[in-house]
């Protein structure tokens, strides 16, 4: 079935560092890709998004790129900072007679000063 | 301002009790979804509605019952049935149709003692 790995937590970085979460899926269709992020006690919120091979998605100096050919759509930030600390996921959205979207379980990202 | 709204933000239940948790949007959005979110767990979907008066079992909807009377609101009851209902409970909404990102609300956390 469809679904969607990511790379377990937590990560703990120093300010400034480089980022990088791994995201790898299966789907039988043509997913759209996601990533969201969760602050302590709050919902989800959408941080970008990729409809089809080869789109980058970017936000707030995050970036991914959809990887038709292995699968994958790997988050990346070239400078963390303490702000950026809270739990990553990422996602798929699929048709199955309706669009149903499936999770990864989540990273947890520590960046300290 | 839109949003999706949940309440209330923390419900404590005695075993054995139904309880009903709420989640009203002002999107216009047609889809809504509940998801539980357990403790370094991704999320998983309970139920999902693509239209009033319409619903369908997600991944793990025994011992959930939902309702859709209304666009905007999308209440779940929490029964007895449910072997482990303390968890952090997501509702959500998108764009039915398309492949378009979901929208969280804030989260109830359901303590069951």
């Known amino acids: 079935g469809d679904s969607v790995t990511q790379m377990e937590g937590p990560v703990t970085l120093s300010e400034e560092a480089f980022l990088t979460i791994n995201c790898t899926y299966t789907?039988?269709?043509?997913?759209?890709l996601f990533w969201y992020v969760q602050y302590p006690g709050e919902g989800l919120q959408l941080l970008l998004k990729?409809?089809?091979?080869?789109d980058k998605g970017s936000n707030k100096g995050f970036e991914a790129t959809y990887r038709k050919e292995t699968t994958s759509f790997h988050l990346e930030k070239g400078s963390v900072q303490v702000s950026d600390s809270a739990v990553y996921f990422c996602?798929?959205?699929?048709?199955?007679?309706?669009?149903?979207?499936?999770f990864g379980a989540g990273t947890r990202l520590f960046v300290k000063a | 301002d839109g949003g999706i709204t949940q309440s209330p933000k923390y419900l404590f239940r005695k075993e054995g009790q139904n309880v009903t948790l709420s989640c009203e949007q002002n999107?216009?959005?047609?889809?809504m979804y509940w998801y539980r979110q357990d403790p370094g767990q991704g999320l998983r979907l309970i139920y999902y509605?693509?239209?009033?008066?319409?619903?369908q079992k997600g991944d793990i909807a025994e011992g959930y019952s939902v309702s859709r009377e209304k666009k905007e609101s999308f209440p779940l009851t929490v029964t007895s049935a449910q072997k482990n209902p303390t968890a952090f409970y997501l509702c959500?909404?998108?764009?039915?149709?398309?492949?378009?990102?979901?929208?969280f609300g804030q989260g109830t956390r359901l303590t069951v003692v």
């Open positions: 959500a909404s998108s764009i039915r149709a398309t492949a378009h990102e979901a929208f």
């Open positions: 789907a039988t269709g043509y997913p759209s």
């Open positions: 990729a409809t089809k091979a080869d």
């Open positions: 996602a798929l959205s699929v048709y199955t007679g309706g669009f149903k979207t499936i």
């Open positions: 999107l216009n959005h047609d889809a």
């Open positions: 509605s693509q239209i009033v008066n319409d619903f």
